[in-house]
């Protein structure tokens, strides 16, 4: 019996996360969201491969070295953001189901990470630009991390669906199982 009411009760945690997805992925707040998310994107990228390979050339040497590890660690942040937008969109447009987005390797993985005194004290500053592309990045994925957590959040006692007393049935059954 346990076995039965705990996948109905899966079932029913993921077809309302379905539900929720699919909702999300529809809304005119998503859309907006995945217009922002691509243009940041898109002006980072024109960023840093212009104006802040100058912004980099003027740096001394530690300066240089913050910028090349700030530069990558933005990059993959955005990369992330840009795939779980992508893969929204993707439900949206009907090319994945929502069961399918659920997956763990379509959920937005990585942590934001403050980045404060990352730079280091000296005559290099971080270049205004960069510190202003960095802080949006870091806004958007916290902002998807929130929403991802909603739309795939668990049902209150643990996994998705799980009866937070079936540890306990399981248990009560057990113990009578042999005096039938």
């Not at 104006?51 to 993959?76: F, H, I, N, V």
């Not at 893969?87 to 404060?116: D, I, N």
Request: charged letters at 25%; aromatic letters at 6%; proline letters at 6%.
């Amino acid at each position: 019996m346990e076995t039965e009411t705990g996948k109905s009760g899966t079932d029913r945690a993921a077809s309302e996360a379905a539900i929720r997805v699919a909702d999300f992925a529809a809304s005119e707040h998503f859309s907006r969201l995945f217009r922002e998310g691509m243009d940041l994107v898109e002006e980072t990228a024109s960023y840093l491969d212009g104006p802040g390979r100058d912004d980099a050339k003027r740096l001394g040497r530690s300066g240089a070295l913050a910028y090349a590890a700030e530069s990558m660690t933005l990059t993959t942040q955005l990369m992330q953001s840009a795939s779980w937008l992508l893969t929204q969109r993707a439900v949206s447009e009907g090319e994945m189901t929502p069961f399918e987005a659920a997956s763990e390797k379509y959920r937005l993985g990585g942590k934001t990470h403050p980045r404060e005194g990352m730079w280091p004290a000296g005559d290099d500053p971080c270049p205004p630009r960069l510190g202003d592309l960095v802080a949006r990045s870091q806004s958007l994925h916290e902002r998807l991390k929130r929403l991802d957590d909603n739309l795939f959040r668990e049902a209150p006692g643990g996994a998705p669906g799980q009866n937070p007393l079936a540890g306990q049935w399981s248990a009560l059954e057990s113990a009578f199982a042999g005096r039938s």
